[in-house]
């Protein structure tokens, strides 16, 4: 099992910006890709970024220019940098971990989600 510990959400102003964490623990010996996706009221849980191991990168469209997906591999940390946030960007945040175990199997987790609020 991954423990996923999220961090950093809460209440912006638009054009605002906050920095997510999320540090796992436990078994995480094969974890590569990690991400961040969301999920507003009443909408599907979408990507917003990810990155693999390496360091390859992907984003939505929607936050591209605005988001910066990084991590520490030493920490089994990803954080997400979001600068301009737009009311839009209201949502419910969720870490994603990516682990292959040592038969190939692939599993992935969750974490609890952190509110993000873009609201005057």
């Known amino acids: 099992q991954v423990q996923l510990v999220e961090s950093g959400g809460g209440l912006v102003q638009p054009g605002g910006s906050l920095r997510l964490s999320c540090a796992a623990s436990g078994n995480i010996f094969g974890i590569n890709i990690m991400a961040w996706y969301r999920q507003a009221p009443g909408n599907q849980r979408e990507l917003v970024a990810s990155i693999a191991s390496g360091g390859t990168t992907n984003y939505a469209d929607s936050v591209k220019g605005r988001a910066t997906i990084s991590r520490d591999n030493a920490r089994y940390t990803v954080y997400l940098q979001m600068n301009n946030l737009k009311p839009d960007d209201t949502a419910v945040y969720y870490c994603?971990?990516?682990?292959?175990?040592?038969?190939?199997?692939?599993?992935?987790?969750w974490g609890q989600g952190t509110q993000v609020t873009v609201s005057s």
């Open positions: 994603n971990v990516h682990r292959r175990d040592r038969v190939g199997l692939d599993w992935d987790y």
